[in-house]
C-alpha cells in the first residue's frame, strides 16, 4: 500500500500505531531522521516506516521489521487513513430543532445539526455537513462539500469554497479591529467594515481561529490553505494558494502573503506587509517588513536566517569580550 521494501519479518500483526516511545509489541511507529533512528533499539514497536536513507541501528530482522519508503511522514498517511474511526455526523436532512429561513437554499444530500441557524438568503452546496450550534447569517455562501464542525459562526455575505472544514468554535467575518481617537477626547471611534471574507476550495481552519471582513473589498484565503487552532487574521489580509499558517499566529490587517508561504507557530506579522512566493516564518518570529520570495526569515524583528544567526553568534561572544574587558581593567599594565 505504500509502494515500501521490506527488512524483516513479514508475519507481524499490527493492530495499531504508536510513537516510538509509547510502542507496544503489536505497534506500527514510523521514523523520519536519525535523530528518532537511535531510539529504534529500546523501542518496543513491531515496525516501522523509515526514510529509505536513514540508517537504523541495531535492527534485528528476525524479530522486527523495517519498512522502507520515500517518506515515512507520507506513508504514514496512507496507513492513518485505515485506522481513522468513522466520524460521526448529523442524520441527513434538517433537525427538527434547527432554525432554517425560508429563502435559505439548501442543496442535496445535505446534514443539518440541531439547533443550527440559517439566515435570509443563504445557500448551502450539495454534499455539505452541518454540525449542531452552527450559526450563519445572511447571503451567505457555503459551497459542495463543505463541513462545518459545532459553534462555528459566519457573518453575513461570507463566502466558503468547495471541499473545506472549518473547525469548531471558528468565526468568519467579525468586524476588523479598527479603531481612531475621537478628535472630542472622548475615547475611540469604531471603523465600519463593509467588506466580506471569502475562502478558496479545499482550505481547513483549526478550532477558534477568526478571518475577519474586509474593511472594503475582500478578506481572501486561497485555495488549499491550511491553518491551525487559535489564528487571527486581520481585515483585509490576502492570504494565497496552499499556504501552511501554525498556531496562534496574528496576521494583522492589509498583509498580503503569496503561494506557498509557511509561517510557524506564535508568529506575529505587522499590517500591511508583504510576505513573498514560497518564503518561511519560524515560530515565535515577529515581522515588521517584507519578506522576500523564498527566503526564510527568523526572529523579533525577525530577519534572514543567516543574518540573524551571525547576530545570535555575536551576542554570544559578547559575554567573553566583556570578561576579558574586565579582566584587562583589574590587570596593572608592565609599567605599574
Not at 474511526?85 to 425560508?102: E, N, S, T, W
Not at 463543505?146 to 462555528?152: A, I, R
Not at 527566503?295 to 567573553?320: C, E, I, Y
Request: proline content about 6%; overall charge positive.
Amino acid at each position: 500500500m505504500v509502494g515500501g521494501e521490506l527488512v524483516g519479518r513479514p508475519d507481524l500483526p499490527v493492530l495499531e500505531l504508536a510513537g516510538l516511545e509509547q510502542a507496544s509489541g503489536t505497534s506500527l511507529t514510523f521514523i523520519r531522521s536519525s535523530k528518532f533512528a537511535v531510539q529504534w533499539p529500546k523501542s518496543r514497536a513491531a515496525a516501522a516506516l523509515v526514510n529509505r536513507r536513514v540508517p537504523i541501528p541495531g535492527h534485528d530482522p528476525t524479530t522486527r521489521a523495517l519498512i522502507l519508503v520515500e517518506n515515512a511522514d507520507l506513508a504514514m498517511v496512507k496507513v492513518l487513513h485505515l485506522f481513522l474511526p468513522a466520524a460521526h455526523v448529523p442524520g441527513a436532512g434538517i433537525h427538527a430543532r434547527a432554525l432554517v429561513d425560508p429563502s435559505a437554499r439548501i442543496g442535496r444530500n445535505v446534514s443539518v445539526g440541531a439547533n443550527t441557524i440559517i439566515g435570509p438568503e443563504t445557500e448551502i452546496g450539495d454534499g455539505c455537513v452541518v454540525h449542531p450550534n452552527v450559526t450563519m447569517g445572511a447571503h451567505v455562501r457555503i459551497g459542495p462539500m463543505t463541513t462545518l464542525h459545532p459553534s462555528v459562526v459566519i457573518y453575513d455575505r461570507c463566502v466558503i469554497g468547495a471541499q473545506c472544514i472549518l473547525h469548531g468554535g471558528v468565526v468568519i467575518g467579525a468586524d476588523g479591529f479598527g479603531f481612531v481617537p475621537d478628535p472630542a477626547g472622548r475615547g475611540l471611534v469604531k471603523v465600519p467594515h463593509v467588506g466580506t471574507v471569502e475562502i478558496g476550495n479545499g482550505v481547513e481552519i483549526g478550532a477558534n481561529s477568526c478571518v475577519d471582513r474586509g474593511k472594503f473589498g475582500a478578506t481572501i484565503v486561497g485555495d488549499g490553505t491550511k491553518i491551525d487552532n487559535l489564528v487571527q487574521i486581520g481585515h483585509n489580509v490576502r492570504i494565497g494558494r496552499s499556504c501552511v499558517v501554525c498556531g496562534m499566529t496574528g496576521i494583522a490587517g492589509s498583509v498580503h502573503i503569496e503561494d506557498g508561504v509557511m509561517i510557524g507557530g506564535h508568529v506575529g506579522v505587522a499590517d500591511g506587509h508583504h510576505i513573498g512566493r514560497g518564503a518561511r516564518v519560524s515560530a515565535m518570529s515577529g515581522v515588521m517588513d517584507d519578506v522576500p520570495a523564498g527566503a526564510t526569515w527568523f526572529g523579533t524583528p525577525a530577519g534572514n536566517h543567516k543574518d540573524q544567526m551571525r547576530s545570535f553568534v555575536a551576542l554570544r561572544q559578547l559575554s567573553t569580550y566583556l570578561r576579558e574587558i574586565k579582566r584587562s581593567l583589574k590587570t596593572p599594565d608592565a609599567k605599574g
